[in-house]
């Protein structure tokens, strides 16, 4: 009699802890299904930005058509099209650094991935990111839009060595550096 209550309180036991342990399983499936719609989420709300935001939409169908809009006039004065320039790399800047520090997966990021490649590939913006990153080197310090230039780098999209050269001619040099 004494065995068979040992042995029924040893099943009750084993069983407790197997339901605790399909319990624990279950709430980790649930609390990841959780935060991957909540990433879809604020992923979808990034791109109603970009969509939606008639200034962020303006600025994008500039890339889109090549508009030359990095001139001398670009820097200073309170500029308005700086202003809406950097607001714009300001987004694709942040997009860029979620995507590097892995904090959005490449299945996410393909979403956004044509945005950026647009901004990637405009010799304006390339200008701008060469100025941008002079200017910060000079004055110690790390360009407003790094993430997207690291984008870059990793994807093949601007060599490292286009950046070395601070007298680069091919560039047009509108900070005083």
């Known amino acids: ?9 040893m099943i009750c036991s084993i069983m407790g802890v197997l339901i605790a342990l399909i319990g624990t399983i279950l709430c980790l499936f649930q609390w990841k ?6 990433r879809c989420e604020y992923n979808d709300k990034i791109l109603d930005d970009f969509r939606k935001n ?28 700086e202003k809406e ?19 959005i997966k490449k299945k996410e990021f393909a979403a956004f991935e044509y945005l950026i490649t647009r901004v990637c590939t405009n010799e304006d913006a390339q200008a701008y990111f060469w100025n941008l990153y002079h200017f910060a080197k ?14 870059c780098y990793k994807n093949k999209i601007i060599k490292k060595s286009f950046f070395k050269n601070s007298q680069n001619e091919y560039k047009k040099k509108y900070l005083n550096f």
Do not use: Q
């Open 1 to 9: 009699m004494e065995n068979l209550s040992t042995i029924v309180s």
């Open 33 to 38: 299904e959780s935060c991957a719609i909540k």
């Open 54 to 81: 008639k200034e962020l939409t303006d600025t994008r169908y500039k890339f889109e058509y090549n508009d030359n809009w990095y001139n001398i006039e670009f820097h200073g004065n309170n500029s308005e099209i």
């Open 85 to 103: 320039y950097d607001n714009y790399f300001l987004y694709v800047n942040y997009i860029c650094f979620l995507y590097n520090t892995k904090r």
């Open 138 to 151: 000079r004055n110690h310090t790390i360009c407003s839009f790094n993430d997207i230039i690291n984008y």
